[in-house]
């Protein structure tokens, strides 16, 4: 078997200092290989006497299972195994957050493309036509599509229909503004659409366990989910995150690993499974659809006074994170304002759709989308500037969420909306023929250049970092240090928030060693829990550096004892230990010269608490990080076509600890952004989706991606954080699409209530 995930050595730094230390940029150890192609990537494995698995997927949203007859499948030539729900433990049902997802379907299939059956082959091409081969009787069921009729629909599952209900309350409900905006707002079904095949490899082991190859991003939790879904204790089952080609959400879903390590386990071979791009939109979860009503009370000068909402996430077949997207949508209900009186009831609601599931600033776009919307509206109607009336209503350091939690963290949002306005504006576009590529539409695509309006919009978000309600978030790392290089042992994946090279810098900065080695992942190391919501910034780099510290006071120590003075006398920099007199100046290979050193240590931030079921209160997030953001874009108001030309990002990041990182996933996070503006809907009919592919489903390429600038990167240190610093990739993904819509709003003077926004939405009759 081959599998490469060693990292290579660190790389050169490229920024002009050749420094490689916290706030400095150096080059990404993944950087190079995979911009060559030659990175290998999980769907790249390879082992001896190896077989393949292929899946079988209902063709209904929504069926009773009657039979299923394998027999046609296990008659074709080359085929090792079949396996359905009836090869799994009682009871064996399993999914990411919430265990009411069925690895195989048994009785009933609740959304298209839920897997029933698995095969394993010795050719990729005989397991399809095997698993085609299965014949399953179904007894079809009208589908429940429809959120809002999932409330008086017959149950789709034990556990009915409601997935959560959260009311919030506080303030005066009776209290009014002399001035009153309504809205009705609509998300559509953002697909992650993951680049990089969906793939993994089982392989059996002596002791009758099971070896996974995956790009997790949470080996531990997919370890233990898969190892209850066998029947096995957790230490027969290890998993080695192999190949992760970047992740803006869970990679694959729990039916995926099990089936696969199933096929392993019933054939006694290491089996490979490679999704289909249709199997893959089938298979893993989207955004949550979200139907938003608003009320925004304010007073005459534009201060809020009151704000009424009714939240509805789809959250599809299964529970999956629903709830949790839910808490962050309440919470987040009003935005980075204050207001003292604020009533929401929002509810997540189980449907024969695709599931829903986590993506970046799950339940905090939807509501970005919608109270951005409103402040517009109110902007307008006081006939005041969009960040004029933002500014009136900015939460500041210390101001309470509407969950009655005090903003303890820094809430720099004025700052960020004045660096926007200080940003020069892009130039207008050029009267010249042979720029029509400029215009919306492209060349030819454009109607009369006179028909093209320009609109700048500006939006600010926010979104929890880490874990919320009571989640214990939790990590461990070793640092070892031997002669002149360090190894960093710690199951965090590096999903391209730069975990790794982070890691690097850390034990840069603390210990002085310039060669650092990023031990591969898997799930015989100690928990570091999954890459979601910035946390490996925060918990991971947090214990990485705990641990480089320790080791770092063993290196020191002797050094401190021989000169008569205390370890916190001695610095490291520049791969030089100096002492506070300067007497005392030796090279940190000299002072690890035959010596082996290490420490492991554990970060775990402050606790939080549920929300009250009844209020919505509690201390439910262990903190906030924001963003503002000005789009510019240009709109032919006659064929509704929209060009971005511009998005000018401001954002809180605490500390900077890699410039040019951060900028990157800026960049990254706002192309995702502008694709749920313009393009990327999961259209279903009936519970179908209509474009599972890649033609079908419209991803923002570089000729849609507008030119991204970074006006401020704030650095006001969050100071019960590791290094101070915030998580940066979520927050611009959720305020990207408030911004592109109230840019488009501006240019058209139409309402622009949906997500995508439809050419028909930008036509000015």
């Given at each position: 078997m081959t599998s490469a995930t060693e990292l290579p050595a660190a790389a050169p730094a490229d920024d002009e200092t050749g420094s490689t230390g916290l706030g400095s940029s150096p080059l990404r150890t993944d950087a190079l290989p995979k911009a060559l192609g030659i990175y290998p990537y999980a769907a790249d494995l390879w082992a001896e006497g190896l077989l393949w698995g292929a899946v079988l997927r209902s063709p209904h949203p929504h069926a009773r299972i009657v039979s299923v007859d394998t027999s046609a499948a296990l008659a074709v030539p080359g085929v090792h195994a079949v396996v359905t729900a009836a090869d799994l433990p009682a009871g064996a049902d399993g999914a990411p957050v919430v265990a009411d997802r069925p690895v195989l379907a048994s009785a009933v299939v609740r959304h298209h493309g839920e897997a029933v059956a698995a095969v394993a082959a010795d050719h990729p091409d005989t397991a399809r036509l095997a698993a085609a081969a299965i014949l399953v009787e179904y007894e079809v069921l009208e589908p429940v599509t429809d959120p809002e009729a999932a409330f008086h629909a017959p149950p789709l599952h034990p556990d009915g229909n409601l997935l959560r209900h959260l009311p919030l309350r506080t303030g005066d409900p009776d209290a009014v503004g002399e001035i009153v905006v309504e809205g009705l707002y609509q998300v559509g079904r953002q697909d992650p659409a993951p680049i990089g095949a969906e793939a993994g490899l089982a392989v059996p082991r002596p002791d009758g366990g099971v070896e996974l190859h995956l790009s997790s991003t949470d080996p531990h939790g997919d370890r233990d989910r898969t190892a209850a879904c066998l029947g096995l204790e957790p230490d027969r089952v290890r998993l080695v995150v192999t190949g992760v080609p970047g992740a803006d959400t869970d990679r694959e879903d729990l039916s995926f690993q099990v089936t696969l390590a199933l096929l392993?386990?019933?054939?006694?071979?290491?089996?490979?499974?490679?999704?289909?791009?249709?199997?893959?939109?089938?298979?893993?979860?989207?955004?949550?659809?979200?139907?938003?009503?608003?009320?925004?009370?304010?007073?005459?000068?534009?201060?809020?006074?009151?704000?009424?909402?009714?939240?509805?996430?789809?959250?599809?077949?299964?529970?999956?994170?629903?709830?949790e997207a839910l808490a962050?949508?309440?919470?987040?209900?009003?935005?980075?304002?204050?207001?003292?009186?604020?009533?929401?009831?929002?509810?997540?609601?189980?449907?024969?759709?695709?599931?829903?599931?986590?993506?970046?600033?799950?339940?905090?776009?939807?509501?970005?989308?919608?109270?951005?919307?409103?402040?517009?509206?109110?902007?307008?109607?006081?006939?005041?500037?969009?960040?004029?009336?933002?500014?009136?209503?900015?939460?500041?350091?210390?101001?309470?969420?509407?969950?009655?939690?005090?903003?303890?963290?820094?809430?720099?949002?004025?700052?960020?909306?004045?660096?926007?306005?200080?940003?020069?504006?892009?130039?207008?576009?050029?009267?010249?023929?042979?720029?029509?590529?400029?215009?919306?539409?492209?060349?030819?695509?454009?109607?009369?250049?006179?028909?093209?309006?320009?609109?700048?919009?500006?939006?600010?978000?926010?979104?929890?970092?880490?874990?919320?309600?009571?989640?214990?978030?939790?990590?461990?790392?070793?640092?070892?240090?031997?002669?002149?290089?360090?190894?960093?042992?710690?199951?965090?994946?590096?999903?391209?928030?730069?975990?790794?090279?982070?890691?690097?810098?850390?034990?840069?900065?603390?210990?002085?060693?310039?060669?650092?080695?990023?031990?591969?992942?898997?799930?015989?190391?100690?928990?570091?829990?999954?890459?979601?919501?910035?946390?490996?910034?925060?918990?991971?780099?947090?214990?990485?550096?705990?641990?480089?510290?320790?080791?770092?006071?063993?290196?020191?120590?002797?050094?401190a004892a021989d000169f008569g003075m205390s370890v916190e006398l001695l610095t490291i920099s520049d791969g030089k230990i100096t002492s506070y007199d300067g007497v005392l100046g030796m090279p940190v290979s000299q002072a690890l010269e035959g010596r082996e050193l290490w420490a492991t240590a554990q970060c775990r931030p402050h606790p939080t608490e549920p929300l009250d079921p009844e209020t919505g209160q509690g201390d439910a997030f262990v903190s906030i990080a924001f963003c503002a953001m000005r789009a510019v874009v240009d709109v032919d108001i006659e064929l509704g076509a929209v060009r971005v030309v511009d998005v000018t990002v401001a954002q809180d990041v605490g500390r900077a600890l890699n410039p040019r990182q951060i900028e990157n996933r800026i960049e990254g996070a706002v192309a995702q952004g502008v694709g749920l503006a313009l393009l990327e809907n999961l259209r279903t009919e009936h519970g179908i989706p209509l474009n599972a592919s890649l033609t079908g489903y419209r991803l923002p390429t570089a000729l849609d991606t507008p030119d991204i600038r970074i006006a401020a990167l704030l650095e006001e240190r969050d100071v019960v954080a590791p290094f101070g610093a915030k998580a940066v990739s979520a927050a611009p993904a959720v305020v990207a699409p408030a911004a592109v819509a109230a840019a488009v709003r501006a240019a058209t003077g139409l309402p622009v209530g949906r997500l995508p926004i439809l050419p028909e939405d930008a036509i000015l009759a």
């Amino acid at each position: 078997m081959t599998s490469a995930t060693e990292l290579p050595a660190a790389a050169p730094a490229d920024d002009e200092t050749g420094s490689t230390g916290l706030g400095s940029s150096p080059l990404r150890t993944d950087a190079l290989p995979k911009a060559l192609g030659i990175y290998p990537y999980a769907a790249d494995l390879w082992a001896e006497g190896l077989l393949w698995g292929a899946v079988l997927r209902s063709p209904h949203p929504h069926a009773r299972i009657v039979s299923v007859d394998t027999s046609a499948a296990l008659a074709v030539p080359g085929v090792h195994a079949v396996v359905t729900a009836a090869d799994l433990p009682a009871g064996a049902d399993g999914a990411p957050v919430v265990a009411d997802r069925p690895v195989l379907a048994s009785a009933v299939v609740r959304h298209h493309g839920e897997a029933v059956a698995a095969v394993a082959a010795d050719h990729p091409d005989t397991a399809r036509l095997a698993a085609a081969a299965i014949l399953v009787e179904y007894e079809v069921l009208e589908p429940v599509t429809d959120p809002e009729a999932a409330f008086h629909a017959p149950p789709l599952h034990p556990d009915g229909n409601l997935l959560r209900h959260l009311p919030l309350r506080t303030g005066d409900p009776d209290a009014v503004g002399e001035i009153v905006v309504e809205g009705l707002y609509q998300v559509g079904r953002q697909d992650p659409a993951p680049i990089g095949a969906e793939a993994g490899l089982a392989v059996p082991r002596p002791d009758g366990g099971v070896e996974l190859h995956l790009s997790s991003t949470d080996p531990h939790g997919d370890r233990d989910r898969t190892a209850a879904c066998l029947g096995l204790e957790p230490d027969r089952v290890r998993l080695v995150v192999t190949g992760v080609p970047g992740a803006d959400t869970d990679r694959e879903d729990l039916s995926f690993q099990v089936t696969l390590a199933l096929l392993a386990l019933r054939t006694g071979r290491p089996v490979k499974m490679t999704l289909t791009r249709a199997e893959s939109f089938q298979a893993h979860a989207t955004r949550h659809p979200a139907l938003l009503r608003y009320r925004h009370h304010a007073d005459a000068e534009g201060k809020l006074v009151k704000v009424e909402a009714q939240i509805l996430l789809d959250g599809g077949a299964y529970a999956d994170v629903s709830a949790e997207a839910l808490a962050a949508a309440v919470a987040f209900s009003v935005g980075p304002y204050t207001c003292p009186n604020v009533f929401v009831d929002a509810w997540a609601v189980r449907t024969n759709n695709p599931p829903a599931g986590r993506m970046r600033g799950e339940g905090a776009l939807q509501t970005c989308f919608a109270y951005e919307s409103q402040l517009d509206q109110l902007a307008k109607q006081l006939g005041v500037d969009p960040v004029e009336i933002r500014r009136r209503n900015a939460m500041s350091t210390g101001d309470p969420l509407p969950t009655g939690q005090a903003v303890t963290c820094p809430a720099p949002v004025t700052a960020l909306l004045d660096a926007l306005a200080e940003s020069p504006l892009p130039a207008l576009p050029l009267d010249d023929p042979e720029a029509d590529w400029l215009l919306p539409g492209g060349p030819g695509g454009a109607g009369d250049p006179a028909a093209v309006r320009r609109g700048i919009g500006y939006a600010v978000g926010m979104v929890h970092m880490l874990g919320a309600e009571g989640e214990d978030e939790v990590s461990t790392a070793t640092v070892r240090v031997s002669g002149d290089h360090a190894t960093v042992i710690c199951a965090a994946v590096d999903a391209g928030q730069g975990f790794a090279t982070l890691a690097r810098q850390i034990v840069q900065s603390v210990l002085g060693v310039s060669e650092v080695y990023i031990a591969p992942v898997d799930s015989d190391q100690s928990a570091a829990g999954p890459a979601a919501r910035g946390r490996h910034t925060w918990v991971s780099g947090g214990a990485v550096e705990r641990a480089a510290l320790m080791v770092r006071h063993q290196m020191l120590q002797p050094i401190a004892a021989d000169f008569g003075m205390s370890v916190e006398l001695l610095t490291i920099s520049d791969g030089k230990i100096t002492s506070y007199d300067g007497v005392l100046g030796m090279p940190v290979s000299q002072a690890l010269e035959g010596r082996e050193l290490w420490a492991t240590a554990q970060c775990r931030p402050h606790p939080t608490e549920p929300l009250d079921p009844e209020t919505g209160q509690g201390d439910a997030f262990v903190s906030i990080a924001f963003c503002a953001m000005r789009a510019v874009v240009d709109v032919d108001i006659e064929l509704g076509a929209v060009r971005v030309v511009d998005v000018t990002v401001a954002q809180d990041v605490g500390r900077a600890l890699n410039p040019r990182q951060i900028e990157n996933r800026i960049e990254g996070a706002v192309a995702q952004g502008v694709g749920l503006a313009l393009l990327e809907n999961l259209r279903t009919e009936h519970g179908i989706p209509l474009n599972a592919s890649l033609t079908g489903y419209r991803l923002p390429t570089a000729l849609d991606t507008p030119d991204i600038r970074i006006a401020a990167l704030l650095e006001e240190r969050d100071v019960v954080a590791p290094f101070g610093a915030k998580a940066v990739s979520a927050a611009p993904a959720v305020v990207a699409p408030a911004a592109v819509a109230a840019a488009v709003r501006a240019a058209t003077g139409l309402p622009v209530g949906r997500l995508p926004i439809l050419p028909e939405d930008a036509i000015l009759a």
